[in-house]
């Protein structure tokens, strides 16, 4: 395939969107790939250390451990990527960390499976700062809200995919092996497609013209990126995690196992479909999209921790929808705030507090599920209630360093 190392700095305006576009399509490709291959073994983890001889008190420390290193090392990884400006070196070797997952087929002690795992999960931690800023400068020619958008509705394609595939190859076969080896073929894939997005666009900062709202030479974060980080801390501790609300489900006999896992499912295509839409809403009216997440959140835990069914599924298609926002919305609003020098950074303090919200989120709201019901409602109101005052700073802030027209 012919390369563009030579643009996109000479490209016309029009091939420079469209190269935009092919970017962003192959990415999502990728991720697509990545997702089939770890997905499924997110799915399948628990029961697949239990099967080698785990403890469910190994379970639970090695799918935590996982979590909290895929997003606390982002904010070391997106460093190290705006100072060596590597970003598709990082991309590369946390990409190619997914072939951990396919190598669980050779494994024989739960305790090389857990390490195999929680790799997989460093090699996210890698990548997704340094991907997500090569995005950036291909959303900056598509529309932050449509490129991110259209990115996670690929992705999500992969996260639906893979489990289902797996569960196939399970139930005809009865076999963990052959469900993980056949995980080599989107693995070598997603990998083989990454190479070519390298090849057609080696340069893709070039592709971004710095606006007038950011300087691509500062070292410093603005102000406004403050009160976006506490909008972030906020509203997502206040997101009720899906393991807390199908804990619910099933311990009220609402929904049995296999509806639940179903529900999930619905999700992730929730999910996929909705970021089509929220990223043109971003792109219409910007940061104020944001303001669907802290509006959305909030009557889920109302809805999810009802004794109704039909309650129930209006919470799971609330959830995907915020999820889907998470996904696109918050990612682009960073792209608009933060110019090209410190953009990867900016990714990784995101993440890592994301990630830390996620398990603030967890925590309390299983402690206070086993307790005061009342109190978990009011503990998600009153960190909605803060997110929309971060929202407002924020959007005050962002307003008064913005220059003029």
Not at 26 to 44: H, K, N, Q
Not at 192 to 209: C, G, I, N, S, Y
Request: hydrophobic share 55%; with cysteine.
């Amino acid at each position: 395939m012919k390369s563009t190392s030579s643009s996109p700095a000479t490209l016309s305006e029009s091939q420079r969107q469209s190269l935009s576009w092919q970017l962003i399509l192959i990415l999502g490709l990728v991720s697509a790939l990545g997702d089939v291959t770890y997905e499924t073994a997110r799915g399948i983890a628990g029961p697949y250390l239990l099967f080698l001889g785990a403890s469910a008190a190994a379970v639970g420390v090695v799918s935590g451990l996982g979590e909290f290193l895929g997003y606390a090392l982002r904010l070391v990884s997106g460093y190290l990527a705006d100072r060596t400006r590597a970003y598709w070196a990082a991309t590369f070797i946390g990409y190619g960390l997914i072939l951990c997952i396919p190598l669980l087929a050779f494994v024989n002690r739960w305790e090389l499976a857990a390490a195999l795992l929680i790799l997989e999960r460093i090699g996210k931690a890698i990548r997704s700062p340094a991907r997500d800023t090569i995005l950036s400068h291909a959303t900056a020619q598509t529309g932050r809200g449509r490129g991110f958008a259209l990115h996670e509705f690929i992705d999500q394609i992969g996260g639906v995919a893979g489990p289902l595939l797996f569960g196939l190859v399970f139930a005809v076969r009865q076999s963990y092996r052959d469900g993980f080896n056949l995980l080599w073929i989107p693995a070598i894939l997603m990998l083989a497609t990454l190479t070519v997005a390298r090849l057609r666009v080696p340069t893709p900062e070039r592709l971004e013209k710095e606006s007038r709202a950011t300087d691509a030479t500062s070292t410093r974060l603005p102000r406004a990126f403050t009160f976006y980080a506490l909008f972030t801390l906020f509203s997502v501790a206040g997101f009720a995690t899906f393991a807390v609300l199908s804990y619910h489900w099933n311990a009220i006999g609402l929904f049995p196992p296999d509806q639940i896992a179903f529900l999930y499912a619905l999700t992730m295509g929730v999910d996929a479909v909705a970021a089509l839409g929220i990223g043109r809403i971003y792109d219409r009216i910007g940061l104020k999209g944001m303001l669907l997440i802290p509006l959305l959140t909030l009557p889920i835990p109302f809805l999810g921790f009802s004794r109704s069914a039909t309650l129930a599924l209006i919470s799971v298609v609330l959830w995907g929808v915020v999820m889907s926002a998470h996904e696109t919305v918050m990612r682009a609003a960073i792209a608009d705030m933060i110019g090209k020098a410190r953009r990867a950074s900016a990714y990784g303090i995101f993440n890592t507090l994301y990630g830390a919200a996620w398990f603030i989120s967890g925590a309390t709201l299983g402690l206070l599920y086993e307790r005061s019901l009342s109190g978990l409602l009011t503990f998600v109101v009153v960190m909605e209630v803060l997110a929309l005052a971060a929202f407002a700073a924020l959007q005050r802030s962002y307003s008064a360093s913005a220059p003029a027209a």
